[in-house]
């Protein structure tokens, strides 16, 4: 027997018409993208907060017009209504392009274009592909170009990701800090470049984690700021070709009052429709922001090596077993993890670097990749983010015992008597200690150089691990 065939509707275009499933909202243009656009699966419906920028630059697109006289109350009443659905989450599944596409991201300004004005339909009574009443170019694409209207969706779609990615930050950033806290007691020895170096605390390691990362917020969010200027109004090029005068500040006022953002229109709308740098600017800030977290995963997988025959100063989650073969080893899978979440947008910073580059005269067709990378880096750190705090920071504890073994039997704790001893007479401990394997403590008694008083005096943990004034002088 025969499948059903599945009913279609008949939409045309410059190009011919195509048969459209009738139960989709998208239209002809939708399903030539789809066809020509094969790429990836990097898919609208995947970037919700993209779609949202959609929906509100049409949206204010549409409150400009209506102001001006150019939507009748009924287009208006129905394209409002269509757009705040879309903005609710609602019809996502009906943006199925690829956001990797040729046409500066034409394909995927019509895609809403036309569930827009096919929902709009809907919702005045009128069958969808009836674009007489209602259409995806003259109603809904009304005073606009995919070429201001495509990157200020960007622009709202990445804000809104931003403020995402920053709440989840900053929670990572709580969850080191409360670390720092808990770990404050606990004396180590510290290490450059993999050898000894001098005491802190295990809770200075971890409040470093959270100030190196404390200081990238503010870098994070200037990037973000300027996505908060648009070019709505510049339409093709700049010169706001086919957009009444006043229409380019009543959409940017209508968006500000969507949003409650402090969005503003782009100085120059010639200069702004060919500049992308803001992407370059925001991506940079997260691979600034991954580069920091790679040096931390790879810390506290060093530190937690083991767990005997490494450093084991800390003990991470046990997540999974580690090894087909080697029975009971457990891997820092979720370190692991993270450092390939920031390779990942280490190289996605340079791919929207070379497509910056790649701009030419009024436009830069590259947009679309850009776009892609940008929520792609933004969507990993959020997860990156969360799976490490929850599923390794969290629980992490502390091998104190272990931590104050390295101390009392580093060299390294001769850096401590320096100022006091001098140089010379600490050398001299150094590296009778490191050929005879004696400790640091006894071999300074037997030569005399302090009392018993005097030494733990200096070695109490408090005075090594921050800036302190002794009084004592060395008797030899």
């Known amino acids: 027997m025969e499948k059903e065939q599945k009913k279609t509707r008949t939409e045309c275009d410059l190009l011919g018409c195509v048969e459209v ?16 656009f094969p790429i990836s699966k990097f898919r609208l419906c995947e970037y919700p907060l993209f779609i949202r920028g959609l929906a509100i630059v049409k949206l204010g697109a549409a409150v400009a017009n209506h102001d001006m006289g150019l939507l009748s109350d009924e287009l208006f009443n129905a394209i409002s209504q269509a757009c705040r659905e879309i903005m609710e989450g609602k019809f996502h599944e009906f943006f199925p ?14 895609n809403a274009n036309e569930v827009i004005a096919n929902r709009a339909l809907e919702i005045m009574g009128h069958a969808r592909g009836e674009y007489q009443y209602c259409s995806p170019n ?41 670390k720092g806290e808990e770990f404050a007691h606990v004396l180590k020895m510290g290490r450059t470049q993999l050898q000894d170096a001098v005491p802190m605390t295990l809770g200075q390691t971890f409040h470093g984690f959270a100030s190196v990362l404390q200081g990238e917020v503010e870098n994070l969010d200037h990037a973000a700021s300027e996505f908060l200027s648009i070019n709505m109004g510049a339409t093709a090029i700049g010169t706001g070709i086919c957009a009444e005068p006043g229409y380019a500040e009543r959409c940017t006022a209508a968006i500000r009052e969507i949003t409650g953002w402090d969005v503003k229109q782009a100085e120059d709308l010639v200069g702004a429709t060919s500049d992308t740098v803001c992407m370059v600017g925001y ?30 100063e800390f003990n991470l989650p046990a997540r999974q077993p580690g090894s ?19 390779f990942k947008v280490i190289g996605n910073e340079l791919c929207v670097t070379m ?11 590259m947009e679309p990749v850009m776009a892609q990378c940008c929520f792609e880096s933004a969507e990993l750190l959020v997860n ?23 101390v009392h039997n580093s060299i390294g704790v001769v850096t401590a008597l320096n100022p006091i001893i001098g140089y010379k007479n600490s050398t001299k401990i150094a590296k009778e200690a490191l050929e ?23 070695l109490k943990p408090e005075n090594m691990i921050r800036p302190v004034k002794l009084n004592i002088r060395p008797r030899r």
């Open 138 to 178: 003259d109603h809904v694409n009304c005073s606009q170009s995919t070429n201001d209207a495509y990157p200020s969706a960007i622009h709202l779609g990445l804000y809104a990701t931003h403020l995402e990615l920053r709440k989840h930050l900053m929670e990572l950033i709580a969850s080191f800090a409360r």
């Open 21 to 36: 499933p009738e139960n989709v909202l998208y239209g002809v243009q939708t399903m030539r993208g789809l066809e020509n």
């Open 384 to 406: 990156g983010f969360d799976t490490l705090r929850i599923r390794c920071v969290e629980g992490i504890t502390a091998n104190e015992e272990r931590c104050l073994q390295y």
């Open 97 to 110: 392009v690829d956001m990797i596409q040729g046409g500066a991201g034409t394909t995927t300004n019509m």
């Open 436 to 458: 005879t394997g004696r400790g640091v403590y006894e071999l300074v008694l037997e030569h005399g150089i302090l009392s018993r008083e005097e030494l733990d005096e200096v």
């Open 324 to 342: 087909s073969i080697m029975p009971g080893k457990v891997n820092p899978v979720i370190p692991e993890v993270m450092n390939q979440i920031a």
């Open 283 to 312: 991506s940079s800030a997260m691979k600034r922001i991954a580069s920091k977290m790679n040096k931390i995963c790879n810390d506290l997988r060093l530190l937690s090596s083991g767990p005997r025959c490494g450093l084991g």
């Open 355 to 365: 497509a910056d580059e790649a701009a030419q005269m009024e436009l830069n067709a």
